[in-house]
T-cell receptor
């Protein structure tokens, strides 16, 4: 079965550079979530999109932006990178438009970003 | 104070032991309670989810929710070395689908 695809898997950037992370949700899933997981930390919610519109926003720095495109893939753009941005970035997708009170979120393998 | 608290461990047990993992939460509006398993450098994988207070069993795994105490548990029976991973509890936000995670408990099952 198709899963959530994230690219790249690993990324090394220098301070003050820009990074773009991509997420391809499971086919027919309408919602995408982005999480940041620092070393030894729990995943922290950044932002989510439902049907290409931002649906919720968490602790996402102003230096970061994201969007969901017409094909439902999503990109997280990170500018003026700082050392503290080094983390594992996960994308998850779900089918929230099904009307069910709970729908499972499936996680991708993550992008490991290292800022040097 | 975090909305979801989880003992980070690490926890080391012998093969065959019963493992108990626990989380407490502060927001009584949380409706769905999940347990995820995360292997090193991999994405979290859903193990179980529950809605109401009580027990839910799936093979060797039992999830328990006590809403009155704001306390959830995951029990693993007959633990196996392949169960070695980090276990994260998570709650579904009452205002949307985002998940609020506990800190995760690192479990090691020794053969």
């Amino acid at each position: 079965a198709a899963g959530v695809i994230q690219s790249p898997r690993h990324l090394i950037k220098e301070k003050r550079e820009t990074a773009t992370l991509k997420c391809y949700p499971i086919p027919r899933h309408d919602t995408v979530y982005w999480y940041q997981q620092g070393p030894g930390q729990d995943p922290q919610f950044l932002i989510s999109f439902y049907e290409k519109m931002q649906s919720d926003k968490g602790s996402i720095p102003d230096r970061f932006s994201a969007q969901q495109f017409s094909d439902y893939h999503s990109e997280l753009n990170m500018s003026s990178l700082e050392l503290g941005d080094s983390a594992l970035y996960f994308c998850a997708s779900s089918l929230d438009g099904s009307g069910a009170p709970y729908t499972e979120a499936f996680f991708g393998q993550g992008t490991r970003l290292t800022v040097v | 104070q975090k909305e979801v608290e989880q003992d980070p461990g690490p926890l080391s047990v012998p093969e065959g032991a019963i493992v108990s993992l626990n989380c407490t939460y502060s927001n009584s509006a949380f409706q769905y309670f999940m347990w995820y398993r995360q292997y090193s450098r991999k994405g979290p994988e859903l193990l179980m989810y529950t809605y109401s207070s009580g027990n839910k069993e799936d093979g060797r795994f039992t999830a328990q929710v006590d809403k009155s105490s704001k306390y959830i548990s995951l029990f693993i029976r007959d633990s196996q070395p392949s169960d070695s991973a980090t276990y994260l509890c998570a709650m579904s936000s009452p205002t949307g689908g985002k998940l609020i995670f506990g800190q995760g408990t690192e479990l090691s099952v020794k053969p």
